[in-house]
């Protein structure tokens, strides 16, 4: 792969992503100081969903982490990538058969997410015990009203409380004797992202522990957490939390299993574009098209606003309004306005940051496919992706 020296973003093909690798590592590395101040064990699994670079998760896996993954094609990158199958935690409605008694018995964390997994255990042999966990739904309406989006915030996620599936599920599971319920997963994503929210799921959990004297050996918390932002909970405050309620319940020995996903790619990657046309439209307006795209760093076209750092050449002239958009054939494709601002040129250079998170995985490939995607260790870039081309994406078609 090529290997370009010096942080000089003009060397750089665009439009790219940029992977930097010391940040990835300084996120794993506070999560994971922030849990080893508070307990003896604990797991921080990457959320492939999130992020699925195989460089990226490569990385990972060399600082430490497990592989979240939540179908089967997730489980087999994740062991392409260098991922021992007992350093895999598997997740979600889309395991294959075949992938989930291969996740089991290899010591995989897994956590029964569906009732066709249910049935699946029976497959297992006899001569062995097989450890297991199960989702809990929540409906954060109702175990975190102040989180809630919504009058009625429910999941369609793991097994309810409140109708008689979760302890149908533990009755099946119950009558497995080579099957042991060994731990409960929690996870659900609340938009505050709020440290009561924790609080209040967790301090759910222990209860439904507490009613069903469930004797378990982990508790997996799920992500959605922040750690990046100022004036934003902190992994040691997430942590703190986490220590803090299940020490109420005499369960702070649990295993603490987390899935971080924003929090560790979000800051770790930019996206960078170049000025392709500036295009004078109206007597105040000006259009600057890019060579990236809307749907690169912004796939569910939700965001207002963006982390923008703009590499220019100096042009004196300063206009009323400049509309940055992006290179495709979309209307929509717009992404900021400028106001009052020198105008920019073919070649001026656009680079978002804090672009790490369902981004990649999101973007669809219209009219321009994948883009190449770099490194940068803090000395040199490296191209660790190269962008696709019609050769790339015509693979395993039949053209006639």
Request: charged share 25%.
């Amino acid at each position: 792969m090529e290997l370009i020296k010096g942080k000089n973003y003009t060397r750089l093909n665009t439009p790219c992503f940029i992977l930097d690798t010391q940040e990835l590592a300084r996120s794993i590395n506070g999560f994971s100081s922030a849990l080893q101040n508070n307990f003896i064990d604990y797991k921080i699994g990457y959320s492939v969903k999130t992020n699925s670079l195989p460089f990226c998760m490569s990385k990972a896996n060399e600082l430490g982490c497990y592989a979240e993954v939540v179908s089967s094609d997730e489980y087999e990158l994740a062991l392409k990538c260098g991922f021992k199958k007992c350093h895999i935690i598997y997740n979600g409605p889309m395991k294959s058969h075949d992938t989930f008694i291969d996740a089991i018995t290899n010591n995989a964390i897994v956590n029964i997410e569906t009732k066709r997994e249910l049935d699946w255990l029976k497959e297992l042999p006899t001569d062995s015990i097989y450890k297991i966990g199960l989702r809990l739904n929540i409906n954060i309406t109702k175990v975190s009203p102040e989180d809630a989006d919504g009058d009625n915030d429910n999941s369609r996620f793991g097994f309810s409380n409140e109708t008689s599936e979760f302890k149908d599920a533990l009755n099946i599971i119950s009558n497995l004797p080579n099957i042991k319920l060994s731990g409960l997963h929690i996870h659900r994503t609340a938009h505050s992202r709020s440290i009561r929210f924790y609080q209040n799921s967790i301090r759910y959990a222990c209860e439904i522990i507490r009613r069903y004297n469930l004797k378990l050996d982990y508790i997996d918390i799920g992500g959605g957490y922040f750690g990046i932002f100022p004036n934003k909970p902190t992994y040691q405050d997430y942590a703190d939390t986490f220590k803090a309620v299940l020490q109420q319940y005499s369960l702070d020995g649990l295993q603490i299993i987390v899935e971080p996903g924003n929090a560790l790619v979000a800051s770790c990657f930019s996206f960078l574009s170049e000025v392709i046309d500036v295009k004078h439209t109206e007597q105040h307006c000006w259009f600057v098209t890019t060579d990236g795209s809307r749907n690169d760093i912004d796939p569910f076209f939700r965001k207002s606003s963006y982390m923008t750092e703009i590499l220019s050449d100096g042009n004196n002239e300063v206009v009323e309004e400049q509309i940055v958009s992006g290179c495709t054939c979309l209307e929509y494709d717009r992404l900021f306005s400028l106001s009052k601002h020198p105008l920019l040129s073919i070649g001026d250079r656009i680079l978002y940051k804090n672009v790490g998170a369902y981004t990649m995985c999101l973007s669809p490939m219209f009219i321009r496919y994948i883009p190449n995607v770099y490194s940068w260790d803090g000395q040199n870039y490296k191209l660790i992706r190269e962008k696709w081309s019609a050769k790339e994406y015509i693979q395993k078609n039949i053209v006639k």
